[in-house]
Nanobody
């Protein structure tokens, strides 16, 4: 079982930045991929960014222009730096980890945190 704990959400004004953190209870390099998802009110959960254990980063859609996913291996923590925030970024953000146990893909979720962008 992998436990993921997010922190760093809250209220920001348009144009400001926030950094979300996701601390894992295990060595994050042992996990195949860690990702950030978000779910806005009335919308489906969507993938924002992924960071694979071999170092490759992948951003969905246009998120790569303002968002950066990174990690601190020593802290077993993955970050999502969000710059130039827009009201449309208001959502519940979730940390996700996937890893293989043999041939079975295991998936874990954090509890999520709220990001609200408003003036």
């Amino acid at each position: 079982q992998v436990r993921l704990v997010e922190s760093g959400g809250g209220l920001a004004q348009p144009g400001e930045s926030l950094r979300l953190s996701c601390a894992a209870s295990t060595d994050i390099l042992s996990l195949y991929v860690m990702s950030w998802y978000r779910q806005a009110p009335g919308k489906e959960r969507e993938l924002v960014a992924s960071l694979f254990n071999h170092g490759m980063r992948k951003y969905e859609g246009s998120f790569g222009g303002r968002f950066t996913i990174s990690r601190d291996n020593a802290l077993n923590t993955v970050y999502l730096e969000m710059n130039n925030l827009e009201p449309e970024d208001t959502a519940h953000y979730y940390c996700n980890a996937k890893t293989y146990m043999g041939s079975q893909l295991q998936e874990y979720w954090g509890q999520g945190l709220q990001v609200t962008v408003s003036s």
